[in-house]
């Protein structure tokens, strides 16, 4: 595989590398194919007639990566979307979703709430048979294996920053971690501490020491930032949008609204505000999600 890295000027004396995840395919590069990986592998293995099933909201970049994964790996694939299928008119992502030959099964909130209970999982094997159940964002043992691999034959960096919304990616790259490495995790989402519980609980199974919940700054140990969500997930400031619109004339690299623009705009923060050890290496992961900008700025008549 082929993995990008571009160099953005150097600010402050810190180097700033970036980790193009999202050129690793057009479809479904980014995060979510290091998630999709294992959990296909183990799918076919367990029945090689299996059928992924997964959860999203209509903007999805895990329904989109999965629908176009499937696809080329001839797997079929059911997306269980939170809303109604009237929704499908202003979404994209779900109409490229169909026409990569997912099967969508729209549910209310109410029965999407209660989609890691038993009950509903047993009536979708019953409506759908042979299914392969991969939760929302890919958030589970197969999904942190493939993210442990995100830094493979990547060079030293002293930080990583990533974007965190269930914080699976960011369990896979602290995992893999080599000593005095640091990572630093953006919660996309309002909330304190509860994505190191999750991340937590990986601990036993991926041989880690588990994460503290306060942070010190200047950040010298690995951590979850919860002060860069600007108001929770999917959510902005004007302050974001003009960081996204001149980091991309700047530097020509295209960001995503849910999640990479508060990431980069957390790094330049954390450095002007000499919140980092001076100095040092930084890479920043490019997760992707930019499928998601057009109906994002159709939705909120931002005008690029
Ligand atoms: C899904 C996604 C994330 C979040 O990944 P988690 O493993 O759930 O934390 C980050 N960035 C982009 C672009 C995504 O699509």
């Known amino acids: 595989m082929n993995k990008e890295i571009h160099h953005l000027p150097p600010h402050k004396n810190f180097e700033i590398d970036v980790l193009r995840l999202d050129l690793i395919h057009p479809e479904y590069g980014g995060n979510k194919f290091f998630k999709l990986k294992y959990n296909i592998l183990k799918a076919k293995e367990q029945n090689p007639d299996s059928i992924i099933l997964t959860f999203g909201g209509t903007h999805s970049n895990h329904i989109y990566s999965t629908a176009a994964f ?21 979404s994209p992502t779900l109409q490229f979703a169909r026409k990569k030959g997912m099967l969508l099964h729209f549910v209310s909130r109410n029965e999407y709430d209660g989609k890691n209970e038993k009950s509903f999982r047993e009536e979708l094997k019953k409506q759908f048979g042979n299914i392969y159940i991969i939760p929302e964002g890919g958030n589970n043992s197969e999904g942190v294996k493939g993210c442990a691999e995100i830094l493979t034959n990547i060079p030293f960096y002293d930080y990583v920053f990533c974007a965190c919304g269930t914080a699976c990616t960011f369990t896979g790259i602290y995992s893999s971690l080599k000593q005095n490495q640091i990572a630093v995790g953006v919660s996309v989402l309002k ?7 999750d991340l937590n609980k990986y601990a036993d199974e991926f041989q880690f020491k588990k994460l503290k919940e306060t942070i010190n700054y200047p950040i010298s140990t690995s951590c979850i930032l919860n002060n860069f969500h600007f108001g929770g997930y999917a959510k902005h400031t004007q302050e974001l949008i003009d960081f996204k619109r001149s980091f991309e004339t700047n530097y020509k690299i295209p960001l995503d609204y849910v999640y990479t623009a508060k990431l980069f705009y957390a790094v330049y923060s954390l450095i ?6 001076p100095n040092k290496k930084l890479l920043i992961i490019h997760s992707g999600g930019q499928q998601g900008n057009q109906a994002y700025e159709q939705r909120y008549k931002i005008n690029m």
């Open 70 to 90: 499937c696809e080329e790996h001839k797997i079929k694939c059911i997306g269980v979307i939170r809303g109604e299928e009237s929704m499908i008119i202003n």
């Open 191 to 197: 909330g304190e501490n509860e994505l190191i519980n």
């Open 272 to 277: 002007d505000n000499s919140k980092l050890l």
